[in-house]
């Protein structure tokens, strides 16, 4: 039995983190999964956008590992490793009284730390190269968190073969790599190459993939994995269902047709878990689809703008008929920061309910990167991964609360005051704000 904790510690929706057994930690464990593709990125920054048939010379030239929830995964590591969260409650001293600048808690004990990792375990399904491969070894080394405490004893994922092992434990990482999918005889990974204007700031992408996407069947394994998670701590029948309540799967979006079979099998076997979705990429179809399924649906600016939607709220409103699962919506829009609606799920009296729309109007919020920033000039450096680093904010912010608490409790977000959800919505369109004043992501925690 480990020592009982003696000190509370603010986190991500201003609740205090009790004291706990090891028993309750292990019954109030979350586990966060993202499901998204992983690349290298290789990005040449140019004065401006090249003709066809022509020839520039690159300013910079970088070289680093992406992918939307890989991206996510990141950020999310630096927030668990480094902070306390968001808090609320300093006193007008502490706010700017025009801005009402969002702060952060002062970085935690080591004891803190381990507790709050011990809340929250990340899992990263993606598909990676031969696990031998030196791109398979630079993906997982790019995981590094140098600056960081080592991970908790807690950290208990095996791995598949001595190459991970050596791969994971050289970054100091707290991600579980265990269930990614490495591709036998495959040495290259997923390829990003990205042009960045100078002139403009526009990106422009173009991407190569000879890697065997995921089957429906393989992530079937991947979920039976965490059923039998489940059944080894419902043996006397007090923790049955604890694991599936406490799972959040987020799904980037990609191969809709296999993502919606991944969802469906999710609500039967793990009926209890939170699912989150992100609907991206202009024309492609089948996204509508997964966000009905979709307990949190995350929409870009790019999507809205394809569908007719000048403005956040606009789309967050016309596609509320098409989440009938949904507790939040949330959609970015570059500079002008980021929306949020809040509806009450299909049958929870309220909001995207058909019977009840007309006594419930779903509420939202906005937030712009001027109400969070500290200075009043925004220096875009670099833009690539702003919407995962949002999603990583949100994210957080709705997993690390009390234990005690399911996903579930966490994504049904209705009974927070008004001030509570702002503060969440207010805490990633800052940490996406800090992201695109700096190159990459190591070190966002500490720019805040």
Known sequence: MRPRHTESLTLGCHCRLKPTTETERQETMKHLILVGACYLDTILTVPQFPEE??????????????????NTVEVLQQLLLSRGGLDSSSTQNQRDSAADVVVVTPPPSQQQQQQQQQQLKLHLVSILPDVGSSACRKILSSFAAPAAPQPSSSYDSESLSESVTGAASATATIVDFSHCLYRKGHDEAA???????????????VNYNDLPEMTTDEFIN?????????????????????????????????????TLQCIRYLRQVLPGSTISVEVEKPGREGLVELATESDVVFYSKSWAESRGYAEPEACLRGELSNCKKASLMLCT??????????????????????????????EYLHCS????????????????????????????????????????????????????????????????????????????????
């Open 369 to 448: 990167p001027s109400e969070v920033s500290e200075t009043q000039t925004i220096t875009v450096v670099d833009s690539i991964g702003a919407g995962d680093t949002f999603i990583a904010g949100i994210l957080y912010g709705l997993l690390t609360t009390k234990p005690g608490t399911t996903t579930k409790d966490r994504s049904s977000v209705q009974c927070q005051s008004q001030e509570r959800k702002k503060e969440l919505l207010s805490f990633a369109v800052k940490l996406a704000t800090t992201k695109v004043q700096m190159e990459g992501f190591a070190g966002i925690v500490q720019r805040w």
């Open 191 to 205: 390829s990003s190459y990205i042009i960045r204007s100078g002139a403009t700031g526009s990106r422009t992408i």
């Open 333 to 362: 829009w570059g500079r002008q920061g980021a929306g949020a609606l809040f509806p009450s799920p299909a049958g929870a009296g309220g909001g995207n309910n058909e019977q009840t729309a007309e006594i419930a109007e779903p």
């Open 53 to 70: 048939d022509s020839k520039l010379r690159a300013t910079a030239l970088q070289v680093r590992r992406g992918g939307n929830c890989p």
């Open 222 to 258: 991947i979920v039976d994995d965490f059923v039998a998670l489940q059944h080894n701590h419902s043996d006397d029948g007090r923790t049955r269902g604890v694991v599936g309540a406490n799972c959040w799967w987020h799904f980037e979006g990609r191969i809709p047709e296999t």
